[in-house]
């Protein structure tokens, strides 16, 4: 409960601006080919047509084939957008817009397999960014610390 508190204070600071160093991004999506180098496209079609699905009974069916995992009607959308803003994270301190950054997003990643969602993860968002980064932005080699 205490937990779940926290997170209300800090997502309203959010909200409200940030407070002071951060900033609020637009929500956009990535093109497709950014996805598809860390997931496989059969993968990414299905995610695809269960965005914008609102029959709780289809996207129940489709978290049953995998292990801990919850589809909402805005789940593919959220996991799109949490990879698009880490992936724009990355571009703005790659290329010296930002000295530094931290992504706040939800849902997490880490989890998701190239052809699977997996441990309340749709799209391995930290995956995703780095490959982004390599492929688009020309880093050479990507460090990834996930605990």
Known sequence: KQEIQER???FGQFEDGGGDGCRGRERKFLDDD?????????????LDRLSGCSCHSTLDAEASQYKSIY???????????????LCRLV???????????????????HHAEPGLAGGYCVINNVAVAASYARSKLGVGKVLIVDW
Request: proline share 8%; glycine share 10%; net charge neutral.
């Open 91 to 109: 571009s703005d301190v790659a290329l010296g817009t930002l000295d530094n950054g931290f992504a706040v997003i939800r849902p997490p990643g």
């Open 71 to 85: 589809f909402s009607p805005g789940t593919v959308d959220a996991a799109k957008a949490a990879a698009s803003s």
């Open 34 to 46: 950014d996805y598809l180098r860390v997931h496989v496209p059969g993968y990414m079609q299905r």
């Open 8 to 10: 209300c204070v800090v």
